[in-house]
């Protein structure tokens, strides 16, 4: 099973890969932190200068992130961090369900029994950290990325993988963006009881223990935007 993290470069990759690889990861952490909002210009020289680098590798992890869906470009503009707006937003929550709930019923007909082994040991370590961390632990988050991505590197088939990536990244880019908690309080052994589901081999109960555990998110997700724009609705802001 691959071992999905926020630091994901080829141990082979060429030295300009690694660089570029570097790059991309600077800028797309800054966008999911919240340094870099919505909105801000990203003009490759400038991030050039700021990183280190040449304009090249900048070219080449602004074109990696604008395929995340972080960033995009305008014509006679240039890059800037993507505006998110209200719709993008539901649309990610519906297509993180699809992705997440097809993700847990391949999981549990192909998984081998190593990779729900170490599934289901992450499942309790993401638990254990949720239960006693800082709700913006960077850790929690990590583990958290873990875990979904590895149950979707588990099926086997990499495109399920790069869409959930895509959709984690921008759930934590608009959570940030809203000021929002990133590790929302869940019900003890949350994980390991969607764990449970999974090793079951049942596609159909994997299928509804990851439904529940995505709408709870979801859930939790909408009420801190229904709070955002309670608060940007006081402030009279556009």
């Not at 709700?135 to 583990?143: C, D, F, T």
């Not at 990536?165 to 940030?176: A, E, G, I, P, S």
């Amino acid at each position: 099973m691959a071992n999905y993290t926020f630091t994901d470069e080829s141990p082979d990759a060429a030295p300009a890969d690694t660089l570029t690889r570097r790059v991309y990861e600077t800028l797309r952490d800054e966008i999911i932190d919240g340094a870099l909002e919505p909105g801000d210009r990203l003009v490759r020289k400038t991030v050039a200068a700021r990183l280190g680098v040449s304009p090249m590798p900048v070219t080449e992890a602004l074109y990696m992130l604008e395929v995340d869906g972080l960033v995009e470009s305008r014509p006679l503009y240039g890059c800037r961090v993507r505006l998110l707006t209200l719709d993008d937003i539901e649309n990610g929550l519906v297509l993180r369900e699809a992705v997440e709930c097809q993700a847990a019923r391949v999981c549990a007909e192909k998984a081998s029994n190593a990779d729900l082994a170490r599934l289901d040991k992450l499942a309790r370590q993401l638990d254990r950290t949720v239960a006693k961390a800082d709700p913006q632990s960077k850790l929690g988050m990590r583990l958290h990325l873990d875990f979904h991505l590895g149950i979707a590197a588990a099926t086997g088939y990499r495109s399920l993988g790069d869409e959930l990536r895509r959709v984690w990244f921008q759930r934590y880019m608009y959570l940030n963006w809203i000021s929002a908690t990133i590790v929302a309080p869940v019900p003890p052994k949350w994980h390991e009881q969607l764990m449970k589901g999974i090793s079951s081999r049942d596609p159909a109960r994997a299928e509804a223990a990851m439904r529940e555990h995505v709408r709870y998110g979801q859930d939790k997700s909408q009420e801190s935007l229904d709070r955002y724009l309670e608060r940007r609705a006081e402030g009279g802001e556009s």
